[in-house]
């Protein structure tokens, strides 16, 4: 029974390195502190423990960025179990997700509210205070039909090849539907 007991411990010992590496592979940690003026944005965590990490780089997707608010939470790993080299991998902050989703449904959302939620049956909801829309040459629309619930200020010329139709037309405050016109066709 001794040389079982020290076998154990023999095979404890070596064993301990690995063990405490495989719990550092990854953790959750609440973010306290943001730099987003570097190429890689970094984070400062405090991590399990009371454990504060600075410093700390942040992978985000390709073609999307942002910056989280504090208190939001991080998934880190730390390669090899390194804690030198914590990286943060995913955050979410549950006070400020939409939880009115289907299945199915995918949103990008800011924690003020305006979000661009895509549906499952086809459709791109954009809920926001402004739209700006800035394009260098153009802006197509290309579709049977455009509507507008309210009113429309253009700022520069209108072009129309089709026809345009109107309950009444103002020009330099003349009603298209109510002046008269006199003999010589000039209005009245």
Do not use: W
């Not at 199915?104 to 895509?118: K, T």
Request: hydrophobic share 40%; proline share 4%.
């Amino acid at each position: 029974m001794g040389a079982l007991t020290d076998i154990q411990r023999l095979l404890n010992r070596a064993l301990m390195p690995l063990q405490r590496r495989l719990r550092l592979l990854a953790g959750r940690a609440v973010v306290t502190g943001i730099n987003d003026q570097r190429r890689r944005q970094n984070l400062q965590l405090k991590m399990a423990g009371g454990e504060v990490a600075a410093g700390v780089p942040r992978v985000q997707n390709y073609g999307h960025t942002s910056v989280p608010l504090t208190g939001a939470e991080a998934l880190v790993l730390a390669p090899g179990g390194v804690r030198g080299q914590l990286t943060v991998v995913a955050l979410d902050d549950p006070r400020n997700r939409p939880t009115d989703l289907t299945a199915g449904d995918s949103c990008l959302y800011h924690h003020e509210g305006h979000r661009l939620l895509l549906t499952r049956d086809g459709r791109a909801v954009l809920i926001c205070n402004t739209l700006e829309v800035q394009a260098a040459e153009a802006i197509t629309f290309d579709t049977p039909l455009a509507s507008f619930t309210g009113d429309v200020a253009i700022g520069g010329d209108q072009t129309v090849t089709g026809v345009s139709h109107a309950a009444d037309h103002d020009s330099g405050g003349i009603s298209g539907k109510t002046h008269l016109h006199g003999s010589d066709g000039r209005p009245v």
